[in-house]
T-cell receptor, first 114, second 114 residues
Framework: DQQVKQNSPSLSVQEGRISILNCDYT??????FLWYKKYPAEGPTFLIS?????DKNEDGRFTVFLNKSAKHLSLHIVPSQPGDSAVYFC?????????????FGKGTKLSVKP | DADVTQTPRNRITKTGKRIMLECSQT?????MYWYRQDPGLGLRLIYY???????NKGEISDGYSVSRQAQAKFSLSLESAIPNQTALYFC?????????????FGEGSRLTVL
């Protein structure tokens, strides 16, 4: 049974608008969450993370929101740029970010159109 | 040069053959991981190692073995490859302590088992 779910396989957004990628989880023991971005023929790269003691973390155009009661997190990209077109993976850990044993979602393919 | 290097990048083999995928890193990280990506299934952890004498099974270790030959080298072996091991394999590294969830991935090794 999937513990980290990304229910939207794909998302298309116009350049300059906001992209919102969603992720749900079922394991209440998860206490650290991350987003990775993957371009074709490359390995995933770390984007942003959030600890369960926070509800928001911001890094430039990227903001992650965590709603623990709903077991839901989202990644906001504002403004979206064509270079943001990639597959985005949500990942979770129950080691407080101190280990790399992550549970990944299936990914959401974001397309940002000029 | 890539910080995390995987060889080979592509391999086609036959059922029953022994295959080794190699990973080397120049990041100086103690922790190394092998993940597998299947279409539509995200990434799943096969094995991980926190130092040279430490080997741990991940979510899907059956049919695989690993060897941590040195701090910088971590190899994955398929003793007798089968078609459902056809996948994209990623090696990753991370630092110790807080921030260990931030993985640095290689570019991947695509394995096809006929």
């Amino acid at each position: 049974d999937q513990q980290v779910k990304q229910n939207s396989p794909s998302l298309s957004v116009q350049e300059g608008r906001i992209s919102i990628l969603n992720c749900d989880y079922t394991n209440s023991m998860f206490d650290y969450f991350l987003w990775y971005k993957k371009y074709p023929a490359e390995g995933p790269t770390f984007l942003i993370s959030i600890s369960s003691i926070k509800d928001k973390n911001e890094d430039g155009r990227f903001t992650v929101f965590l709603n623990k009661s709903a077991k839901h997190l989202s990644l906001h990209i504002v403004p979206s740029q064509p270079g943001d077109s990639a597959v985005y993976f949500c990942a979770a850990s129950n080691y407080g970010g101190s280990q790399g044993n992550l549970i990944f979602g299936k990914g959401t393919k974001l397309s940002v159109k000029p | 040069d890539a910080d995390v290097t995987q060889t080979p990048r592509n391999r086609i083999t036959k059922t029953g053959k022994r295959i080794m995928l190699e990973c080397s890193q120049t990041k100086g990280h103690d922790r190394m991981y092998w993940y597998r990506q299947d279409p539509g299934l995200g990434l799943r952890l096969i094995y991980y190692s926190f130092d040279v004498k430490d080997i741990n099974k991940g979510e899907i270790s059956d049919g695989y073995s690993v060897s941590r030959q040195a701090q910088a080298k971590f190899s994955l072996s398929l003793e007798s490859a089968i078609p459902n091991q056809t996948a994209l394999y990623f090696c990753a590294t991370s630092q110790k302590g807080q921030g260990a969830g931030e993985l640095f991935f290689g570019e991947g090794s695509r394995l096809t088992v006929l």
